[in-house]
């Protein structure tokens, strides 16, 4: 007798294909022409999958974003070059870019909470260094398991400070044990890569010129829900959760600072 | 079935491209035609309801058309539109709360009940078995593997056309596309020992 398998998946799928009833395709052209009307292509349209759904941008965030979910379609291909690098990370891919758009700076960090809140979820679990007291801030972006937490600590006086805040630290714990990492980043010349480790933990001091940090909307899809330039930056993954330490405090403090994570 | 890399682009849709972005609506209009069963199709798997699937692969074809400005002609345009209108389609789906068993009842709409098994001849008869032990499978993939392979073998797009549409990187597609097949040929290949096994 012939089996399925003998067949073959294939000639299988094909002659379920050929089988397939689809509702018939209705004839779109006519009410497509009508709807665009006298309208022409305009260089300045926003496409759908650039803007996060459920969210209104302003004008400018409306820009940013379409320039860089380009880089994130650019991030998105060299993810395999990425990848047979070593840059790859839980949660966390980077790409290379030049040269990097010219986008504004700050990053959005998700809605407000107050520490204690933040401290307490479990997934991800944000780490506070040991030495820097009680964070300033916390944010969440995101929802469920998916969600980025992120705590913020000021500039102290005549401490240096990230561009475009009066932070000197941030913290970020992405979700590392997702199918697709939620941060990209793309770096350009200027901008070096030094492998690190904390306590043990592989990671990378990204520094230099500002670089560009992506994060992917948190239902996978691909697209950018936030973007912008970040200065020195250091990550690593521990636990299957991404830590990102974007830090205005140099190399070495923050090397000791994210070792005094608990 | 189309390969994994994109097709390029021919040149009669090159140029209807570059005549839509000058303006040119009745260019665009012969774009909606070339690629609006892929559009519909893709819109209808993802919302299950062909009114809606037709509203959304409207509305995609409308966006694409108002962006179709930074669109660089030479490159293929049917990925494209097929991410703008899958994404419409998601957001419609996202927006009605009614993700669950959405997929699951586009396909039983698109492969039916099954052929009937009271065919003529043995041949139809094991064909008609075989065809449903096809479709009984696909249906027992999880969601996401499903939607994959129905893209690609049902929709025949390919695989840069399939991650446009459902709006996930290419390794993803590849991934899934691997775990789908196989669960598919061990879930065939049980019911294959299964139905021997009664004869």
């Given at each position: 007798?012939?089996t399925?398998?003998d067949l073959?998946?294939?000639?299988?799928?094909r002659?379920?294909?050929?089988?397939?009833?689809?509702?018939?395709t209705?004839?779109?052209?006519?009410?497509?022409?009508?709807r665009?009307g006298?309208?022409?292509?305009?260089l300045?349209?926003?496409l759908?999958?650039?803007?996060a759904?459920?969210?209104?941008?302003?004008?400018?965030?409306?820009?940013?974003v379409?320039?860089?979910?380009l880089?994130?379609?650019?991030?998105?291909?060299?993810?395999?070059?990425?990848?047979?690098l070593?840059?790859?990370?839980?949660g966390?891919?980077?790409g290379f870019q030049?040269p990097?758009?010219?986008?504004g700076t700050?990053l959005?960090?998700g809605?407000?909470?107050p520490?204690?809140?933040?401290?307490?979820?479990?997934r991800?679990?944000?780490?506070?260094?040991?030495?820097?007291?009680?964070?300033?801030?916390?944010?969440v972006?995101?929802a469920?398991a998916?969600?980025?937490?992120?705590?913020a600590?000021r500039?102290?006086?005549?401490?240096?400070?990230?561009?475009?805040?009066?932070?000197?630290?941030?913290?970020?714990?992405?979700?590392?044990d997702i199918?697709e990492?939620?941060?990209h980043?793309?770096?350009?010349?200027?901008?070096?890569?030094?492998p690190?480790?904390?306590?043990?933990?592989?990671?990378?001091w990204?520094a230099?010129?500002?670089?560009?940090?992506?994060i992917?909307?948190?239902?996978?899809?691909?697209?950018?829900?936030r973007?912008?330039?970040a200065?020195?930056?250091?990550?690593?993954a521990?636990?299957?959760?991404?830590?990102?330490?974007e830090?205005?405090?140099?190399?070495?403090a923050?090397?000791?600072i994210a070792a005094?994570l608990? | 079935m189309?390969?994994g890399?994109?097709?390029?682009?021919?040149?009669a849709?090159t140029?209807?491209?570059?005549?839509?972005q000058d303006?040119?609506?009745a260019a665009?209009g012969?774009?909606?035609?070339m690629?609006?069963?892929?559009?519909f199709r893709?819109?209808?798997?993802?919302?299950?309801s062909?009114?809606?699937?037709?509203?959304?692969?409207?509305e995609?074809?409308?966006?694409?058309?108002?962006?179709?400005?930074?669109?660089r002609a030479?490159?293929?345009?049917r990925?494209?539109?097929?991410?703008?209108?899958?994404?419409e389609?998601?957001?419609r789906?996202?927006?009605r709360w009614?993700?669950e068993?959405?997929v699951?009842?586009?396909?039983?709409a698109i492969?039916?009940p099954?052929a009937?098994a009271?065919?003529?001849?043995e041949?139809?008869?094991?064909?008609?078995?075989?065809?449903?032990e096809v479709?009984?499978?696909l249906l027992r993939?999880?969601?996401?593997e499903?939607?994959?392979?129905?893209?690609?073998y049902?929709?025949?797009?390919?695989?840069?056309e399939t991650?446009?549409?459902?709006?996930?990187?290419?390794?993803?597609?590849?991934s899934r596309?691997h775990?789908?097949l196989?669960?598919?040929r061990a879930?065939?290949?049980r019911?294959?020992?299964?139905?021997?096994?009664?004869?």
């Amino acid at each position: 007798m012939t089996t399925p398998i003998d067949l073959g998946l294939h000639a299988l799928l094909r002659d379920a294909a050929t089988g397939a009833v689809w509702p018939a395709t209705p004839d779109l052209r006519a009410g497509v022409l009508a709807r665009i009307g006298t309208a022409s292509p305009d260089l300045s349209a926003p496409l759908a999958e650039e803007i996060a759904p459920h969210r209104s941008g302003t004008r400018p965030m409306v820009r940013l974003v379409r320039v860089l979910a380009l880089a994130a379609a650019l991030a998105l291909v060299l993810a395999g070059l990425v990848t047979a690098l070593g840059y790859r990370l839980p949660g966390f891919d980077l790409g290379f870019q030049e040269p990097l758009p010219s986008v504004g700076t700050g990053l959005d960090l998700g809605s407000p909470l107050p520490v204690r809140e933040a401290l307490a979820i479990d997934r991800p679990r944000v780490l506070a260094p040991g030495d820097l007291g009680q964070p300033d801030g916390a944010w969440v972006l995101g929802a469920g398991a998916q969600r980025i937490v992120t705590l913020a600590w000021r500039a102290a006086a005549g401490q240096p400070t990230l561009v475009g805040s009066d932070l000197a630290l941030t913290v970020m714990a992405v979700p590392g044990d997702i199918e697709e990492p939620l941060v990209h980043k793309l770096v350009g010349q200027g901008t070096t890569i030094d492998p690190v480790t904390v306590n043990g933990d592989r990671g990378w001091w990204i520094a230099g010129a500002p670089h560009e940090i992506m994060i992917l909307r948190p239902d996978g899809t691909a697209g950018v829900l936030r973007s912008a330039l970040a200065g020195d930056t250091l990550v690593f993954a521990r636990d299957g959760t991404l830590y990102r330490l974007e830090s205005a405090l140099g190399r070495d403090a923050t090397l000791a600072i994210a070792a005094s994570l608990r | 079935m189309t390969s994994g890399a994109p097709d390029p682009a021919s040149g009669a849709e090159t140029l209807l491209v570059l005549r839509a972005q000058d303006g040119d609506a009745a260019a665009y209009g012969d774009l909606v035609t070339m690629h609006q069963a892929a559009a519909f199709r893709v819109a209808y798997l993802l919302l299950a309801s062909a009114a809606d699937a037709e509203d959304a692969a409207q509305e995609g074809f409308v966006k694409a058309y108002l962006a179709l400005g930074r669109f660089r002609a030479g490159e293929p345009f049917r990925p494209w539109l097929l991410q703008v209108v899958g994404n419409e389609a998601r957001n419609r789906r996202r927006a009605r709360w009614r993700r669950e068993g959405v997929v699951a009842r586009a396909f039983e709409a698109i492969l039916g009940p099954g052929a009937p098994a009271a065919a003529s001849s043995e041949t139809l008869v094991l064909a008609g078995e075989t065809r449903a032990e096809v479709r009984a499978a696909l249906l027992r993939l999880g969601e996401e593997e499903r939607l994959v392979v129905t893209c690609r073998y049902l929709l025949d797009l390919s695989e840069a056309e399939t991650a446009a549409a459902l709006g996930i990187p290419v390794g993803t597609v590849k991934s899934r596309l691997h775990r789908g097949l196989r669960r598919l040929r061990a879930d065939l290949d049980r019911a294959a020992r299964a139905t021997e096994a009664t004869r």
